[in-house]
């Protein structure tokens, strides 16, 4: 036995519908699409949210509020989470991916004022709150605002 002898199950392989090749065909005339309407006709597609005619749900539903397309969106990193994963020296965006702090160097950082810092640190980042600020300089560190 070798791969060329090998064949498929009886009725394991099904032929595709050939469909508008005549009356004989058992697939003829209207070509298994029925009689008139939206669907027999070519390019009569009903996308998959239409209702029928009865009002769409994403127009039923009522609409609150509204999105801001200015919103900046800001990596949030506490004070805490310094301490806890015991950074030293100088820490930056990069320093803060290396400890896991941050997911990306693209979206902006902004160091939030939640904690105690006993250690001296030197923190570059693109936003820090009033309390952050007064945190790490308090601690004889300094807040560098990035660009």
């Given at each position: 036995?070798?791969?060329?002898?090998?064949?498929?199950?009886?009725?394991?392989?099904?032929?595709?519908?050939?469909?508008?090749?005549?009356?004989?065909?058992?697939?003829?005339?209207?070509?298994?699409?029925?009689?008139?309407?939206?669907?027999?006709?070519?390019?009569?597609?009903?996308?998959?949210?239409?209702?029928?005619?009865?009002?769409?749900?994403?127009?039923?539903?009522?609409?609150?509020?509204?999105?801001?397309i200015f919103k900046k969106a800001?990596?949030?990193?506490?004070?805490?989470?310094?301490?806890?994963?015991?950074?030293?020296?100088?820490?930056?965006?990069?320093?803060?991916?290396?400890?896991?702090?941050?997911?990306?160097?693209?979206?902006?950082?902004?160091?939030?004022?939640?904690?105690?810092?006993?250690?001296?640190?030197?923190?570059?980042?693109h936003k820090f709150t009033r309390?952050?600020?007064?945190?790490?300089?308090?601690?004889?560190?300094?807040?560098?605002?990035?660009?």
């Amino acid at each position: 036995m070798d791969l060329s002898t090998l064949s498929f199950a009886k009725k394991s392989r099904k032929n595709r519908k050939k469909v508008g090749r005549g009356i004989g065909s058992g697939h003829g005339g209207t070509s298994c699409r029925g009689h008139k309407g939206q669907k027999s006709r070519s390019g009569g597609s009903i996308p998959p949210w239409f209702e029928g005619g009865q009002m769409p749900l994403q127009r039923r539903v009522p609409k609150r509020g509204f999105t801001n397309i200015f919103k900046k969106a800001y990596q949030l990193v506490n004070i805490t989470d310094l301490e806890r994963k015991s950074a030293s020296g100088v820490v930056n965006p990069e320093e803060l991916v290396k400890l896991g702090l941050i997911k990306n160097l693209r979206t902006p950082v902004k160091i939030l004022g939640e904690g105690e810092l006993s250690s001296t640190l030197e923190i570059s980042a693109h936003k820090f709150t009033r309390s952050a600020i007064a945190k790490i300089e308090k601690a004889g560190g300094k807040a560098i605002p990035l660009c």
